[in-house]
């Protein structure tokens, strides 16, 4: 084979685990594959972040990753840390939910908010009567007539009532997406549901058999439902780095602006490296950056790509804050707490990182961590850093009656930072990567912004899109 060069757009986990994948073929077929990855920022890992200070190990991004996903696990173990796998002391914590600004606990035994416990279901103070009534109609309704897509919204609204929905499963699954519920595609986000409403008739009863068969601790290879590692998620960007480093060009500081097809089915990519324009000549293109920038680096040549430019993203932020355990005035007993939209409140979950991951703090020390910001409630990210503080701190005292004084704080901005997925998602980028494979072929598409956001699923995009650009070259 006559020397290729593949190209790697960001060098987010989807990028980095492409990368991983074309170097362990690299080493099949020798010093005739090149790749380089060209990422924007400074360092590499995207939304994947950890600070680590003083004996804390504090996410800035992601905190976990589902075990039950084989992609995550299978990079873990490839990459030889398998043993700083950390489960969560979720199992048999309670969860809460706020409730006309109270914390309530989270029924057990649900299926993302769907009842899968009667004696949990029916004791919830959650839902009023009428709600609970409403939602047993689920068992009686038949299935709903799709053709296409429909929102996930619409869909569990008409089978469990808008209570259920509001109260419950919009914090949890919303919370995922950052995003509204009666906008997010039911195809692109959990199809699953339609797949239990087709298999049971209905989604109460298929998450009860679900639940029977569902992994537990034992089952799950001794894995929790969420886990992490030990020194932070980080340190699978930095275990890639360093298995990648001397064989992969990883260039950071490396803006990709402009992307040209050349003769022979190649192109030319100009890049902003650490303040030089420099072009790379690459036979095949894996761009994971955003869509707003994929749009933008495509359409010149595919016009279709323009329509990437449509989706939609959210911008969050992580609010960390760190207290001596003795000053605490509450017991953190639990995992952390979900707050439903209709509280209008400024946080919008949190967790009480030090009792779900006690690993990441030490003994004598308490840690916190605050969402701000989802789809349609992004106003207070306007703020200030300290009116931001401000605000989740008044939460935070109001809902769980914590008022001590927290001796350090960190926020964390992640502007345009969640896509969502909106009805009719999956046809829209169809379109799109239908239009590159005829027109533009050996130019790829992956990452959070197309399919998945989940870290595993990010892992197993980068890998199958690596595949494909592989395969794209051995045929040139
Ligand atoms: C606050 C937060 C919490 C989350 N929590 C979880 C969680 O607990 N579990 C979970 O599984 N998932 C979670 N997610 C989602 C998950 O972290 C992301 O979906 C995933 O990390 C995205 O990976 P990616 O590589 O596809 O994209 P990114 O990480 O966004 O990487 C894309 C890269 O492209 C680079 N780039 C952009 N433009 C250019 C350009 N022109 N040239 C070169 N490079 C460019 C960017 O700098 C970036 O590094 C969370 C996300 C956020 C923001």
Known sequence: MKPRHIVIIGGGITGLSAAHTLYQRMRELGPELQITVLERENQ???????????????EEGPDSLLARK???????????????IVNSREEGMKTYIVHNGRLQTLPARTNMGIPAHWPSFFDTPLLSSAGKLRALLDLVLPPME???????GAFL?????????DHLIEPLLGGIYAGRLDDLSLLSTYPQFRQLEQKYGSLIRGSMRQRQAAPTLTSNHGRSVFITLKNGLQTLVERLHDELHPHISLLTQAEVTRIEPTEGGAYRIAANVAGEVRTFAADAIICTAPAQVAATLLSPIV???????????????????GYQRAQLNVDLDGAGFLVPRKEGRTITAC??????????????????????GRAGQQEALALPDDELLQRVMRDLADITGLTARPWFTRVVRWNAAMPQFLVHHQEKLASVT??????????????????????????????KTAEAALAHIQSL
């Open 70 to 84: 084989p992609a995550g696990v299978r990079l873990i173990e490839q990459l030889g840390v398998t043993s700083e």
């Open 303 to 321: 016009k279709e790509a323009q329509a990437l430019a449509d989706i939609p993203y959210v911008s969050t932020a992580v609010v960390l804050l």
């Open 44 to 58: 590499l890992g995207g939304k994947i972040r950890t600070h680590r200070e003083g004996g804390f190990v504090m």
């Open 351 to 372: 967790t009480w990182t030090s009792s779900k991951w006690p690993h990441t703090t030490p003994e004598d020390q308490a840690l916190v961590r605050c969402y701000v």
């Open 434 to 463: 239908e239009a590159l494979a005829t027109h533009a072929p050996g130019l790829f598409l992956a990452g959070a912004g197309y399919h998945a956001v989940g870290i595993p699923d990010c892992i197993a995009n980068g890998e």
């Open 146 to 152: 799709i053709t296409g897509d429909v929102s996930i």
């Open 157 to 165: 609204r008409r089978r469990l009532g808008d209570e259920l929905v």
